[in-house]
């Protein structure tokens, strides 16, 4: 295709109002959830080509393959991960380790819980970790919430440390060029700091009044935690392949390597691995069950959000907003990174924060020029994916961690409502936001 692609909208439109009626339509349906949010996303990307807002082949260049690629892998090596046991492990170890103390477990949990997010992502890790801890509330006979509300944050938190374990982060990263590093040294700093003090509320607000009687402590430290090691073998083999994934993650930009490339090489040799001792038919039924278990909705909601927003880029429409934007904060950065910090939080408490990020991400880099270059926006980038992560704690329909830890509980028979989950989630967010908001000011300008 020779030179930048021009809309061509059916009966006349203009194509940023099209394109940006599209968008709107689409976050519409999927707050309301009105159907599935992957259904919406390919629907709303079907739309904007059938109307002449993309073509097909410029549609396919408006998807970020890196980040589709880097998910799927991580998917995968969670996916194979968790059949070995480990996180149920790690659940009831670390309850043991503090001998059964209701506050002091609910401290480890949230540690444990915020350390395996940044190190796979935050969904997979509430998922394993939530059934485990209402086992283990359960046996000590205290309020399960408490434990669950503090998981929600912690993965939150936790998932903003790296670029692999919130997909804002992994979106950001792959369409900016940051790397693994660019997260540990910019944002892991304030996200540990947000993690200290989120613990110390949690324990001001339950953790302080938790009291369990000395039969059910026993009851727990009576658990055996080794035995939740179904498969060492494969607890083996995937330690030894997340440790070489994690390793290529630090070391991408000398070895020139794509996050998708170290993710997806590192889920095809476990796979590899893990079939390698099956015999008989079972391989291919062991493959065929990994791959049932990526979140293939999340996958193909990016795909069809990529070409939506895509449609907006090309229509010109966020270069004019850019040019707001930077009019908006009379030229200053700090004031830019103010506003994106405070702006991302409020949107990702309300709504999902993944298609947001994907619409600023174009916007921001059209106010490059304008602020100096590509150099001089970088503190915007964590501006964004603090305020885009760390804001999804603000609700109960923020993030799909806080959505899936809730699913977990009502199933269980324990209440999680909205307003319930906004009295506490509300403050503690704004504290995390405004201790960002500190951070960037100290470090960036």
Not at 358 to 374: D, E, R, S, V, W
Request: charged share 10%; proline share 4%; with cysteine.
């Amino acid at each position: 295709m020779n030179g930048p692609f021009v809309p061509h909208i059916a009966f006349g439109l203009a194509p940023t109002w099209v394109s940006l009626a599209v968008l709107a339509v689409a976050y519409a349906a999927v707050i309301g959830r009105l159907a599935n949010r992957a259904v919406v996303a390919l629907i709303a990307a079907a739309v904007v080509i059938l109307i002449g807002g993309l073509d097909q082949r410029e549609a396919i260049r408006g998807i970020d393959w890196d980040t589709i690629g880097l998910l799927v892998g991580m998917m995968v090596l969670v996916a194979i991960v968790r059949r070995s046991g480990l996180f149920q492990f790690i659940a009831v170890w670390s309850a043991q380790r503090v001998k059964a103390n209701p506050a002091a477990i609910l401290l480890m949990l949230q540690l444990a819980t915020a350390v395996l997010s940044a190190l796979l992502n935050n969904v997979s890790t509430v998922l394993l970790m939530a059934p485990v801890t209402l086992v283990v509330a359960e046996e000590l006979e205290v309020a399960a919430y408490p434990f669950l509300f503090a998981e929600i944050f912690a993965s939150n938190i936790g998932g903003t440390a790296t670029l692999i374990g919130d997909p804002p982060n992994i979106l950001i990263a792959s369409q900016v060029g940051l790397d693994f590093n660019d997260f540990l040294t910019n944002a892991a700093p304030v996200v540990v700091a947000i993690m200290a003090v989120q613990a110390g509320l949690v324990h001001l607000v339950w953790g302080r009044f938790m009291r369990a009687a000395p039969e059910c402590r026993a009851l727990v430290m009576g658990m055996n935690a080794p035995g939740l090691i179904t498969d060492r073998a494969l607890l083996r083999r995937s330690g030894a392949v997340l440790a070489a994934v994690l390793a290529a993650f630090v070391f991408a930009r000398p070895l020139h390597l794509e996050p998708a490339t170290i993710a997806l090489c590192g889920a095809a040799v476990l796979m590899l691995l893990d079939n390698r001792r099956r015999r008989g038919g079972e391989p291919a039924d062991n493959v065929h069950n990994t791959f049932a278990e990526v979140e293939w909705s999340t996958i193909f909601f990016f795909v069809g959000i990529f070409i939506v927003v895509h449609a907006v880029e090309v229509s010109g429409l966020l270069g004019i907003m850019a040019e707001r934007l930077v009019g908006l904060t009379g030229g200053s950065v700090a004031a830019a990174g103010s506003l994106i910090l405070w702006v991302a939080a409020a949107l990702s408490a309300v709504f999902d924060n993944i298609p947001f990020v994907a619409t600023m991400i174009p916007l921001i880099k059209n106010t490059a020029a304008a602020f100096g270059g590509p150099n001089q926006i970088e503190p915007l980038w964590w501006s964004l994916a603090l305020g885009a992560c760390l804001g999804g704690n603000g609700t109960l329909i923020g993030a799909s961690a806080n959505l899936t830890v809730a699913g977990i509980a009502e199933r269980n028979g324990i209440r999680f409502g909205f307003v319930q989950y906004l009295v506490h989630g509300v403050p503690m967010t704004l504290i995390s936001i405004a201790i960002c908001q500190l951070y960037i000011w100290l470090r960036y300008f």
